[in-house]
């Protein structure tokens, strides 16, 4: 097997370990294969578009989701490095409300897989940090919904050093107990 899979406190999310082999020139690792992601993660997942932001130091992006077309993420950093997070927002999950979160970086080189059903953000730890992400449907604006990143009913322990830079919609994020969520 050429990638290691770890369930995160949030059972269904999953941290993707791929094995690189570097030398003196370097390293080289599969970053996707969807013959090991089926046996590893999941089966059955299609991604049809893939996305690349960058950011700088103390930007927060997200509670992101989408309420109809909902996108499964597969995530990672190839510059830099983010704390990203995963809230579940499935009424009938167990695990409702909670979050999990975890370091990505170049140098770590891992994944995230987050299923759909989940809110998901990042904060830029690094000087900047570049992060790209498989999804399995495609975006659509009109269902897309933001969760307060600050709501203290979730309780997420951003690391953070100073007031983080957000967009618009993302300072205008709703509480978990007024969002839309999954039944």
Known sequence: MAIQVTATGLPEVKI???????DARGFFYESFN?????????????FVQDNHSCSSRGVLRG???????AQGKLVRVIEGEVFDVVVDIRKSSPRFGKWD???LSANNCRQLWVPPGFAHGFLVV???AQFLY???????????????????QLGIEWPLFSTPVLAVKDAAGKALAEADVYA
């Open 101 to 103: 979160g975890v370091v």
């Open 63 to 69: 509670l992101h989701y989408q309420i109809e077309h």
């Open 34 to 46: 969807a013959r090991e992601f089926a046996e590893h993660v999941e089966q059955g997942v299609e």
């Open 126 to 128: 690094s000087d900047s």
């Open 134 to 152: 498989k999804t399995t449907d495609y975006w659509y604006p009109e269902y897309e919904r933001t969760l307060l990143w600050s709501d203290s």
């Open 16 to 22: 993707i370990e791929p094995k690189v082999f570097g």
